[in-house]
């Protein structure tokens, strides 16, 4: 029963946002993903990464089956592509076993096995669509929110040293190597995490069910709830207020200045300012910041080369956000806060909601409207005092962390000491 609320809860936002872009004469979420069935997919690593989350409910013998009709597909169709001159992209194949699989399991399975197939074909989908519905949310915020917040973010940001103008000159002075690891590690977030549930799900095939918690429930809620904010504090970030642009993109005739990232940005007054109609207002919080902090969360009870990926993703985004120009400092601050929040919520939601899960996730929402409302109210204040308001924000995600760490360890279960074997008694 909940795995069905859940499908018709997804299914209907999906409808909902597809109308949505629809309204804007954009195909939405569905007709997105439909469309990547024949024609060349947006993302082919990340259909493979969603038919490897699936196939966690199939044994080795299946999995290399699907695998290899994947490939298979994907080649037929790159030689159909070639032969016409069509876009080339790989994953149609990927997406069709997954496909595949959904239709053997309600035609061909019955019983736990049928659940259990279709619960990876699920999940598997889940994955795709939720890049197909942060698309759509992105579109929407730069259609409805024809004003930004830009500059109440970037004068807050004096109380942290700008660290987006530090952070982009560090990643200028590296040259093409360095921003070509930070860009492939920005653009494959979703990889990554699938890597992680892989191993949290490696057991699903033999025990027959998932377990309560695990790292891809946690990341499509972010992607969810996380555009929600967007609409209410619209941010660009310092490459578009403050620069020319992502990649020079012209940018610049909507900037206050062009600043970004030798000159810092003037303590003056703040204000909202007008932006174009198709930039995202996709800022605060962070929520590849947020991604990533799941993932360094769920790696911690990996192995240790689990654990060194996930600490490795997580510098590494930081340093892409900030080194690009995408997010400013107060920027990443809430999406920490937002990312443990968003899995207390969720740990709380498999456990059960007790004295200590009700505290722990109304303090780290109160924490995050508190940020939020600084940036907006307080900016100039922050700036004026650096001293005292950047240690404030640092503690105050501080607090947040450890307020996890803390209440996290109590709700994990207690292994009783084993009892000494009785001695044989000496005659």
Same mark, same amino acid.
């Given at each position: 029963m909940l795995w069905t609320a859940a499908g018709v809860v997804t299914l209907g936002f999906l409808i909902a946002l597809e109308i949505a872009s629809r309204h804007y004469g954009l195909p939405g979420p569905i007709a997105a993903q439909a469309s990547e069935v024949i024609f060349a997919p947006k993302s082919g690593p990340l259909?493979?990464?969603?038919?490897?989350?699936?196939?966690?409910?199939?044994?080795?013998?299946?999995?290399?089956?699907?695998?290899?009709?994947?490939?298979?597909i994907d080649v037929v169709f790159f030689l159909a592509r070639l032969a016409v001159g069509a876009d080339m992209m790989f994953g149609n194949g990927a997406l069709w076993v997954i496909l595949g699989v959904g239709v053997i399991a309600v035609t061909r399975r019955t019983g736990?096995?049928?659940?259990?197939?279709?619960?990876?074909v699920g999940l598997g989908l889940l994955l795709v669509a939720g890049r197909k519905t942060g698309d759509a949310w992105l579109l929407i915020t730069s259609k409805t929110r024809p004003t930004v917040l830009d500059p109440y973010v970037?004068?807050?940001?004096?109380a942290l040293g700008n660290p987006s103008w530090l952070v982009g000159r560090m990643v200028e002075a590296t040259g093409p190597v360095g921003s070509t690891v930070l860009d492939w590690v920005y653009i494959q977030l979703a990889v990554a995490a699938v890597c992680v549930s892989l191993y949290q799900l490696r057991n699903v095939a033999t025990e027959g069910r998932f377990p309560g918690h695990y790292l891809v429930r946690t990341f499509l809620v972010i992607g969810m709830v996380g555009p929600a904010v967007y609409m209410v504090f619209p941010v660009v970030g310092p490459i578009f207020a403050y620069g020319e642009g992502a990649f020079g993109t012209g940018g610049s005739q909507w900037a206050l200045a062009e600043l970004w990232p030798h000159t810092a940005p003037p303590l003056t007054a703040p204000h909202a300012m007008p932006y174009d109609g198709f930039t995202p207002r996709n800022c605060m919080p962070s929520l590849h910041t947020a991604? &990533? #902090?799941?993932? @360094?969360?769920?790696?911690?009870?990996?192995?240790?080369?689990?654990?060194?990926a996930g600490?490795?993703?997580?510098?590494?985004?930081?340093? &892409? #956000?900030?080194? @690009?120009?995408?997010?400013?400092g107060a920027d990443l601050i809430a999406g920490v806060v937002f990312a443990f929040?968003?899995?207390?919520?969720?740990?709380?939601?498999?456990?059960g909601w007790d004295r200590s899960a009700v505290r722990l996730v109304a303090y780290g929402t109160g924490v995050f409207v508190a940020l939020l409302v600084a940036y907006r109210y307080l900016p100039v204040q922050m700036a004026e005092y650096p001293w005292v308001a950047g240690p404030l924000l640092i503690l105050a995600m501080a607090s947040v962390v450890q307020g996890y760490v803390w209440t996290t360890r109590l709700w994990e279960p207690k292994v009783a000491p084993a009892e000494p074997k009785p001695q044989p008694e000496l005659v």
């Open positions: 259909l493979y990464a969603s038919m490897a989350l699936m196939m966690v409910v199939l044994t080795w013998r299946q999995r290399f089956i699907a695998f290899g009709v994947a490939v298979a736990p096995e049928r659940v259990l197939l279709l619960k990876g970037a004068v807050a940001d004096h991604w &990533a #902090t799941a993932i @360094f969360i769920h790696s911690r009870k990996g192995p240790r080369w689990l654990r060194y600490t490795f993703w997580l510098i590494a985004t930081l340093g &892409a #956000t900030l080194g @690009f120009g995408y997010h400013y929040t968003i899995d207390a919520a969720m740990r709380s939601f498999d456990r």
